[in-house]
């Protein structure tokens, strides 16, 4: 039991040790921790650039008013060597955007994850490098 | 009758050592001829996509490749680390002020006044010696039939920058408009060590992201020793008496990445949005020995 306990310390350790924790710059400082936010909206743009990658989505509020948002992703070279690709994702797909709002309270999110309709996850592990 | 010329007879083992140096410089050259042409793309290749995982497996083991003259290969693969992003204090190795306490009055005031958003990086300048990126870079050396004759450290991440490196003995010049990354000379220290001397900065880049400034009497010595394979310290002195009260050696150490990995196209300007909508009150790098207004 501690054999495992252990080995699985140890893996997750590893994990942490493989996984860079540094961005091009510190988000912090555009985006607030505190104020995590989950929206659910339909693509209208997809950005494949650095030093971040960008998806734009139309999300409906409370009373109906359709809002575009900007999402900031990792750097395209970060996802790249993630396996991602700019066809990953498609103008018109529904997704699902977990992650910290912008500090000046425009319509912009940091993402922490983005889930498609099926429950799959793009662009994974974003905004680590 | 005058002296005999003998450049076209000369003795046979001589004529054997100058083929043997001129089949070795051409296959040298080949080699980075193969090198540059991938480089040249910055599209990376169908690996890309497998960087992330292979790098979970640790930096690649090994003992030092050596090129035909003796001296470290730091060609065969691109690298990452070796330098500050967050600290250049606490990831330099050094106790918890040691850095700080160096500074002088006017350069303590500066660093103060700084916060990370005001950083020229944020804006896609230059990142400075000897400061890295998430991403990676590749050491480049040029030859001719008889020597090398620069180093280039080619960096992908934000912004792609190069770093020239004068190998071929000259000295730094008397005078020099000062520039983000200086003018540099290197040579090999008993062909372990590369040593890369460097003056003429500018006063602009920060060291890291918590505003270490300097001045343009800054004059930096890196020795990069590669230990293995895969790792490779960089001891990094920083002498700038015009910030500093003394001269100060810190330690980096960078790894090979796996060989999936190339440089990739990495265009910082086109699509920095960097603060304007998302920071209140966003005024901009802070370039300089200046304070941001």
């Given amino acids: ?129 | 009758m005058g002296r005999p010329d003998t450049r076209e007879t000369g003795p046979v083992p001589m004529r054997r050592s100058r083929v043997r140096k001129l089949l070795v410089v051409s296959a040298m050259t080949a080699a980075l001829l193969s090198l540059l042409v991938q480089s040249a793309s910055t599209q990376g290749g169908p690996e890309t996509g497998k960087v992330a995982a292979a790098r979970r497996a640790g930096p690649p083991k090994g003992p030092v490749p050596r090129l035909p003259d003796g001296t470290v290969n730091l060609m065969d693969g691109v690298w990452t680390g070796g330098g500050p992003v967050n600290d250049l204090e606490s990831q330099g190795g050094l106790k918890k002020g040691e850095l700080d306490a160096l500074l002088l009055p006017w350069a303590k005031a500066l660093m103060a006044t700084r916060d990370e958003t005001q950083e020229p990086h944020n804006a896609c300048l230059p990142m400075g010696v000897p400061r890295v990126t998430p991403f990676p870079y590749r050491f480049v050396q040029n030859y001719t039939h008889k020597a090398p004759t620069h180093m280039f450290i080619l960096h992908e991440g934000n912004i792609h920058t190069f770093r020239q490196i004068f190998m071929d003995g000259r000295k730094h010049p008397a005078e020099l408009d000062p520039t983000w990354l200086g003018h540099s000379i290197g040579s090999w220290e008993t062909k372990d060590t590369l040593v890369i001397d460097t003056v003429g900065y500018n006063d602009k880049f920060w060291f890291d992201r918590r505003g270490h400034p300097h001045t343009e009497q800054l004059h930096t010595i890196e020795r990069w020793t590669r230990l293995n394979l895969g790792q490779m310290e960089n001891k990094f002195t920083l002498d700038d008496p015009g910030a500093y009260s003394k001269p100060i050696t810190m330690t980096f150490m960078a790894t090979l990445q796996p060989p999936e990995d190339e440089l990739l196209e990495y265009i910082c300007q086109e699509n920095n949005q960097y603060g304007a909508a998302t920071i209140p009150g966003y005024k901009g790098p802070s370039l300089g020995n200046q304070p941001v207004k």
């Avoid at chain 1, 510190?26 to 998806?55: C, F, M, Q």
């Avoid at chain 1, 734009?56 to 992703?73: C, H, I, Q």
């Avoid at chain 1, 529904?94 to 319509?107: F, I, Q, Y």
């Fill in chain 1, 1 to 129: 039991m501690r054999t495992k306990l252990a080995v699985m310390l140890a893996g997750f350790a590893f994990v942490c040790m493989a996984v860079p924790v540094v961005a091009h710059h510190a988000v912090g400082a555009e985006y607030d921790a505190s104020k995590p936010v989950t929206l659910k909206g339909t693509v209208t743009k997809v950005e494949w650039t650095n030093p971040h990658a960008r998806i734009y989505f139309d999300v409906a509020g409370p009373d109906g008013t359709v809002k575009n948002w900007n999402v900031e992703l990792a750097a395209r070279s970060a996802l790249a060597r993630q396996g991602w690709t700019a066809r990953s994702l498609k103008i018109g797909e529904t997704v699902t955007v977990e992650g910290h709002l912008a500090r000046s309270g425009v319509t912009g999110v940091n993402a922490r994850s983005v889930t498609l309709a099926d429950g799959k996850k793009v662009f994974s592990n974003n905004n680590d490098q």
